[in-house]
């Protein structure tokens, strides 16, 4: 079981907003900043947002993060079908010597 | 191209040991601490280990403290990672990953570049 909770699914149609809900606790998302990871089929996760809102170059603004308190979300406006794969947040955990925590992930569909 | 190449996976029998290394390029390696994530078969991410730019600072799991090590040569742009007493649990998918900012002591601000993962069975 993982430390970080997230929805096992979600799914959206083209053009739709979608939402991905991240839940922790006040030793991991409510003392520390979020990461958000979009892993395709196949393929290595790929940094979405970082520092619970900030975009690394490259990704497009129709991704979006955001944290309040133990919760932290992302957000997928304009939704693709590019956008379909596994979304997974990740936050250091202060607890014992500190780790890092991800969620069990989202396995996003675009119907 | 920021690129890091991870290899030495492999088949290996429970209790025994393996090295995994990672190669990084497009970057300046020694300014950046790197971590070690794994992927069970069908299943999450789960951090490894992570070492700070210098080796000053190292961290482990709960899950595999006191079986593995990290180490990293900067000279050879590389980081490894020794896997001792190894257990099917430890079967995944192993990737190398940069950190995001330079010069960090510690691991809070996470991976950015991650490779394409070396693939580790453990089973007899």
């Known amino acids: 079981q993982s430390v970080l909770t997230q929805p096992p699914s979600a799914s959206g149609t083209p053009g739709q907003r979608v939402t991905i809900s991240c839940s922790g606790s006040?030793?991991?998302?409510?003392?520390?900043?979020v990461n958000w990871y979009q892993q395709l089929p196949g393929t290595a996760p790929k940094l979405l947002i970082y520092?619970?809102?900030q975009r690394p170059s490259g990704v497009p603004d129709r991704f979006s993060g955001s944290k309040s308190g133990t919760s932290a979300s992302l957000a997928i406006s304009g939704l693709q079908s590019e956008d379909e794969a596994d979304y997974y947040c990740?936050?250091?955990?202060?607890?014992?010597?500190?780790?890092?925590?991800f969620g069990g992930g989202t396995k996003l569909t675009v119907l | 191209e920021v690129q890091v190449v991870e290899s030495g996976g492999g088949l290996v029998q429970p209790g025994r040991s393996l090295r995994l290394s990672c190669a990084a390029s497009?970057?300046?390696?020694?300014?950046?601490?790197m971590h070690w994530v794994r992927q069970g078969p069908g299943k999450g991410l789960e951090w490894v280990s992570g070492?700070?730019?210098?080796?000053?600072?190292?961290g482990y799991a709960d899950s595999v403290k006191g079986r593995f090590t990290i180490s990293r040569d900067n000279a050879k742009n590389s980081l490894y990672l020794q896997m001792n007493s190894l257990r099917a649990e430890d079967t995944a998918l192993y990737y190398c990953?940069?950190?995001?900012?330079?010069?960090?002591?510690?691991?809070?601000?996470?991976?950015?570049?991650w490779g394409q993962g070396t693939t580790v069975t453990v089973s007899s």
């Open positions: 990953a940069k950190h995001i900012t330079q010069y960090s002591s510690g691991f809070r601000n996470g991976m950015d570049v």
């Open positions: 497009g970057f300046t390696f020694d300014d950046y601490a």
């Open positions: 070492i700070s730019w210098n080796s000053g600072s190292i």
């Open positions: 006040s030793s991991n998302i409510g003392s520390n900043t």
């Open positions: 520092s619970s809102n």
């Open positions: 990740a936050a250091w955990d202060d607890s014992l010597n500190g780790f890092w925590v």
